[in-house]
């Protein structure tokens, strides 16, 4: 298996509906998943780019969360429409999408 050399967290938590703290499941992180392992198929992208469905991330008022590593870089509330930009720009051209970034006071 070769180094990738960007590797995505999706957050995949669920909750039992009503629970304080909420969670990306309810606010649609299936469909981020499901676009996120679609845009690694349409981009044939297998050998550098890792992704991989992860438990909560912390900030879950804000999700659907996705993290992106070594680069350190957090989204937040990403949409199923806003992963063929992410990974376009950021997982293959190395450019984060800015208006996608985590406030500071979060990450
Ligand atoms: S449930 Fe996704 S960050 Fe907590």
Not at 9 to 21: E, K, L, M, T
Not at 39 to 50: I, K
Not at 51 to 71: E, H, I, K, R, S
Not at 91 to 98: D, Q, S, W, Y
Request: neutral net charge; aromatic residues 8%; glycine residues 12%.
């Amino acid at each position: 298996m070769p180094k990738p050399i960007r590797h995505v967290f999706v957050c995949a938590q669920s909750r039992q509906p009503g629970h304080p703290r909420g969670s990306c499941g309810e606010k649609g992180c299936a469909d981020v998943w499901e676009e996120m392992l679609y845009q690694l198929q349409q981009n044939e992208a297998f050998g550098t780019v890792a992704v991989t469905n992860t438990g909560c991330l912390g900030p879950c008022g804000m999700g659907p969360n996705v993290l992106v590593y070594p680069d350190g870089v957090f989204y937040n509330n990403v949409k199923k429409d806003d992963v063929k930009e992410i990974f376009s720009a950021h997982l293959l051209g190395g450019t984060p999408v800015e208006r996608l970034r985590a406030p500071a006071d979060i990450w």
